[in-house]
């Protein structure tokens, strides 16, 4: 792995787990905008709790060393998570600003992903 490409993941990676973190910690506090927001996008507000509990173990599967498939399956759950957000306030008619967070993360995730150590990866090619 070049120098480059291992700036590029840690960079990609420090900033992903960062933004998963805070608002997997907001979910998990259920702040009135956040249940707000919940109601808003039609969801029950329970899935604050499931949301903000996944995002941590997922921060944590992907930072800590070994484990592969865990790690395929955090980034696939990252994914998956920030996308469903963004077609969620996409189904809401939400404002373009509504849109930026789950965006920024599904780069960031697909940026750490790609870029990821081989030792870091399932199949080490």
Known sequence: MTKRN???????TL?????????????LMQSKDETDRMS???YPIYLLTL????KLLGVITVLIPR????????YAGFFFAMSGALFS???????????????LLIVLTVTSWYFRPTERKLINV
Do not use: C, R
């Open 6 to 12: 291992k700036i590029i993941y840690w960079v990609a």
């Open 15 to 27: 900033w992903l787990a960062l933004g998963m973190t805070a608002t997997g910690i907001v979910q």
């Open 40 to 42: 808003h996008l039609g």
């Open 51 to 54: 949301l903000g509990i996944w």
């Open 67 to 74: 484990f592969p498939l865990l790690k395929e399956w955090a």
């Open 89 to 103: 306030h996409f189904a809401a008619n939400d404002s373009a600003k509504d849109f930026f967070g789950p965006a």
